[in-house]
């Protein structure tokens, strides 16, 4: 096979393979079922288009290929009478087989809806733990393969294939419906797509662990799926607000690291480097969730946040008591410890380090944050600015030994052993 054509099937699986496999999970309403018929494809691809050449519309190729393959499958299998009655046909004794088959193609060709939709809210269901969900999810609507995810999360191949197994199996035996819930359950639903999405976006901004500041194939596979919400959903604030977080904090992404790879802190930016068109895009995303004109959720708050920096041409011009603000407003709805030790960061900025320090104080016996190298590193940067010098480098010192990430560790190490110096 000639590299070019292996890098276009490449190119086509990576963009439509989502799109097939809903599409197959709604005739077939099993995933993992449907994620082998859309292998299957894909090998078909494999082993034709380099003989026959590359279709002129190589998605509608896979997607037909993919739909004949699971017609075959409910052919063979038992399913076709559960099917029949999914369908809402009225199955006699007197029915002819081929017939009824005749009725199934027609109906699996009917536009039923948003499939991707579907598909997202079944890989995020509840049922499965949240590490399954993420690497399900970057599976199916990501594109990823085995090998990708765990190099990405820094895992071993055979977890992350056991994760995704282990996944669609529950996802089978628990009978879990394809489909996009209502009512009140929606709400719940959501918060967990969305959580899933955030948690692939923000490890590939901010690697937990190993020797990369950032993961950035990770931030955009989050980005794509962000977008995929947004035009599915472009009615749900928090879905807009999610995306407009994500895109202004990508807007930054050149900026974030120096040429040698060692992280640059937010204040110390060129701000020169951050990416316009994202920030345009980010912007004009939270101003969408605003003029739905309900109450601001999680992420529409901290697309408020990251928004005033993104509008402050220079790190003096930050508006900070806005930021302190929306801070303040997130505190009460989520009640989180780090949204805390956030808002202390920029109540630090607009009242000074002593007030910030106090916030900080008063989250020490938090138990979520007794390993969270945010919280030494945040009271090193107050101390440092009250001019406590030795407390300040023991406190950058204990940050450096709670972090996994190497190039965190040096630059906390780098600020302990620099301070008091300038």
């Known amino acids: 096979m000639s590299s070019e054509t292996h890098r276009a099937i490449h190119a086509v699986w990576s963009i439509e393979s989502a799109r097939v496999i809903a599409t197959l999970a709604r005739i077939v309403r099993d995933v ?19 003989t026959v050449g590359i279709p002129d519309n190589p998605a509608a190729w896979l997607t037909a290929t993919a739909k004949h393959r699971a017609l075959n499958t409910l052919r063979r299998g038992k399913m076709l009478e559960r099917k029949h009655g999914e369908l809402g046909y009225e199955l006699t004794a007197q029915a002819e087989p081929h017939k009824l088959i005749e009725q199934l193609e027609t109906a699996l060709d009917d536009d039923v809806g948003d499939d991707l939709l579907r598909l997202i809210f079944t890989s995020c269901h509840p049922v499965l733990s949240t590490e399954a969900r993420v690497a399900l999810t970057l599976r199916l609507l990501g594109g990823l393969t085995t090998d990708e995810i765990a190099r990405a999360f820094l895992v071993p191949e055979p977890t992350i294939a056991q994760r995704i197994v282990r996944a669609k199996r529950t996802l089978t035996d628990q009978q879990v419906p394809y489909e996009v819930p209502r ?55 928090e879905v807009l607000g999610l995306l407009a977080l994500m895109e202004l904090n990508a807007s930054r992404a050149a900026a974030r690291t120096s040429a040698e790879g060692n992280p640059i802190l937010l204040l110390e930016q060129d701000r020169g480097r951050w990416d316009q068109m994202a920030i345009r895009r980010g912007l004009s995303a939270l101003e969408q969730a605003e003029r739905l004109g309900q109450e601001p959720g999680p992420y529409v708050l901290q697309a408020g946040v990251t928004a005033c920096h993104a509008r402050a041409r220079t790190a003096d011009e930050t508006d900070w008591r806005r930021i302190a603000a929306l801070y303040g407003q997130l505190a009460a709805l989520v009640k989180s410890p780090v949204v ?5 960061v920029a109540v630090s900025m607009a009242d000074g380090p002593a007030a910030g320090l106090s916030l900080a ?25 009250l001019g406590r ?34």
């Open 32 to 50: 993992g079922l449907a994620e082998e018929l859309a292998q299957d494809a894909l090998l078909a691809a494999l082993e034709q288009w380099p």
């Open 340 to 344: 805390e030790l956030n808002r202390a």
């Open 183 to 237: 009512g009140t359950e929606l709400g719940a639903r959501l918060a967990s797509v969305l959580e899933v999405v955030y948690l692939i976006f923000n490890e590939g901004y901010s690697a937990t662990a190993g020797d990369d500041h950032m993961r950035p194939g990770l931030c955009e596979d989050a980005l794509r799926l962000g977008r995929v919400l947004a035009g599915l959903a472009p009615e749900e604030p």
């Open 361 to 385: 104080d008063a989250l020490l016996s938090e138990p979520a944050l007794q390993r969270y190298h945010l919280l030494p590193s945040a009271r090193a940067d107050f101390l440092e600015r």
């Open 389 to 422: 010098f030795d407390e300040a480098k023991t406190e950058f010192e204990r940050a450096a030994l709670m972090t996994q990430n190497a190039r965190q560790r040096e630059q906390l190490l780098r600020r302990a052993r620099n301070c008091g110096k300038s």
